[in-house]
């Protein structure tokens, strides 16, 4: 998987402008050593999955409980007592 880079900055007076078509980016492996910003992309990524996992997980928790409730009011509402969640 190649990305492509588009960059509108001029290096220098003498170079010509970059049309981005062909500039490749590489893996990982070419920022693995001395790259501080790959590093912290990769760690806002994580950072941001795991907050994902626990919102995604508090909503189904939520949703669950939530469930649980009307079968408990519904039993109680309709005159049972001592309505037990199977």
């Given at each position: 998987?190649?990305?492509?880079l ?16 062909g500039?490749?980016?590489g893996?990982?492996?070419e ?13 806002v ?8 996992i ?9 949703a ?6 009307q079968?408990?009011?519904?039993c109680?509402?309709s ?8």
């Amino acid at each position: 998987m190649a990305l492509i880079l588009v960059s509108s900055r001029q290096h220098g007076s003498a170079s010509v402008p970059s049309t981005g078509v062909g500039t490749t980016v590489g893996g990982p492996v070419e920022f693995e050593h001395g790259n501080d910003e790959y590093r912290h992309r990769m760690q806002v990524n994580l950072l941001a999955a795991v907050l994902l996992i626990v919102l995604v997980g508090a909503g189904m928790w939520i949703a669950d409980a939530m469930v649980d409730n009307q079968k408990a009011h519904g039993c109680y509402s309709s005159g049972q007592r001592f309505c037990s969640l199977i």
